[in-house]
């Protein structure tokens, strides 16, 4: 068998190894199934193996694989004309993964500010909280001690505020400010959802005072909160947005949106990606886009999500000691935890079920957005046991 030991040792790996997947169900080499309600990190938005993505993935690779954006790739016209149809955007600039597209954000945006002439205008509001991403720039804008520490110098021109503080925010705001960038619901910072009232104020300062609004949706995008995208909820459009991990459904894919205007200082040569925007994602990303803006698609994803927060919400109300708190917006939900939430991602799993650990205590429940009401309730069974045992454990412990 072969072992990890020439890989290099940044991950704690659960000791599972997967030979295939169904649907929401993941089957280990020696057969055992196990339901994914981590879904890759919220990527495998239309779960394992689906039909439609492993066909026009199939269909793809028997004709061109990469070109480079040397040459036209009619996947991204199409793609790329899907996507600004059934958003704010006007211009589409296709990544390879979410930090990369925040990266083409945060260029973008200080590219805007220097294209009018204001080089100086380069900063960028950021929360606390925030994920955007393991590169230098990314984890500057972050700004998390433990993503920054022993990498040298945080990479300048990125202010952070506390989350949802408007004091703070218009405090930060100086001559040097180019952009406001937000999450509109924080994955890894413990799926906390920016109030629509925030929202809407950061579009009324971002207006006023000739900023730009930059959104990561990320993980919150594509279906994941019942709507196409999160800030959908709140009513406002940003001016750039960052996409990746659903869009694919399981392939690597990102894309950075923009307005006409927000994007009107990238000129030929100013960026650019090898991968980027490559035919076979280019597929896969398109037959996405099919399922997930099919007729009731997200109606379903609204439904099965009322069972589930229904559920976890007894499930707080039978088990306080273990459970605190259900968060999140429609399928991209969080339980935090009153014991460690690695304690109760360990008990899920031993009732095999996969979630993942967040932020603040928090335990983020991401299935596929393909999930049906049965298996939301097969899941809701497999949580109660885990908490039941926490439970009990708890309680011996005290006694």
Not at 182 to 197: D, F, H, M
Not at 241 to 261: D, N, R, V, Y
Not at 324 to 351: K, S, W, Y
Request: charged residues 25%; proline residues 5%.
């Amino acid at each position: 068998m072969a072992t990890a030991a020439s890989l290099y040792e940044t991950y704690n790996r659960a000791p599972l190894r997967f030979e295939r997947g169904e649907g929401v169900w993941l089957i280990t080499e020696s057969g055992e199934r196990y339901l994914d309600f981590a879904a890759g990190i919220a990527v495998n938005s239309l779960g394992h193996a689906h039909p439609h993505l492993v066909e026009a993935l199939k269909s793809q690779a028997d004709k061109v694989w990469h070109l480079s954006n040397l040459y036209e790739v009619p996947g991204q016209e199409e793609l790329s004309r899907r996507l600004t149809e059934a958003t704010f955007a006007d211009r589409v600039f296709f990544t390879n993964s979410g930090a990369e597209a925040l990266e083409c954000a945060i260029k973008t945006a200080r590219r805007y500010q220097y294209s009018k002439g204001h080089p100086e205008r380069f900063h960028i509001i950021t929360f606390e909280g925030a994920f955007h991403g393991r590169t230098l720039a990314t984890i500057a804008a972050g700004g998390q001690e433990k993503y920054l520490e022993g990498f040298g110098p945080k990479a300048p021109g990125f202010d952070q505020v506390p989350f949802g503080d408007l004091d703070a925010l218009d405090a930060a705001i100086t001559d040097a400010t180019a952009a406001i960038l937000i999450e509109p619901v924080q994955g890894e910072g413990g799926l906390r959802p920016a109030s629509k009232e925030f929202m809407k104020k950061l579009r009324e300062i971002c207006d006023e005072k000739g900023l730009l609004l930059i959104l990561d949706e990320v993980q919150c995008g594509v279906g994941r909160t019942g709507r196409f995208f999160a800030h959908e909820l709140s009513g406002v459009t940003p001016d750039i947005m960052a996409i990746a991990k659903g869009i694919g459904g399981g392939f690597p894919l990102g894309a950075c949106l923009a307005t006409e205007e927000a994007a009107s200082g990238m000129k030929p040569g100013t960026h650019g990606t090898t991968y980027g925007g490559n035919p076979m994602a280019m597929a896969v990303g398109n037959a996405v886009l099919d399922v997930v803006l099919g007729e009731g698609f997200l109606q379903h994803v609204n439904d099965v999500a009322l069972i589930f927060r229904q559920g976890l919400e007894s499930l707080k109300d039978r088990f306080p000691e273990v459970i605190e708190d259900i968060r999140g917006e429609g399928l991209m939900l969080g339980i935090r935890t009153r014991v460690p939430n690695t304690d109760f991602v360990a008990a899920a799993r031993d009732e095999h079920l996969l979630t993942v650990p967040a932020g603040d205590n928090v335990v983020r429940i991401l299935p596929p957005l393909t999930v049906t009401a049965e298996e939301v309730r097969e899941g809701l069974a497999r949580i109660e046991k885990a908490a039941e045992k926490l439970d009990a454990a708890k309680l011996k412990k005290s006694a």
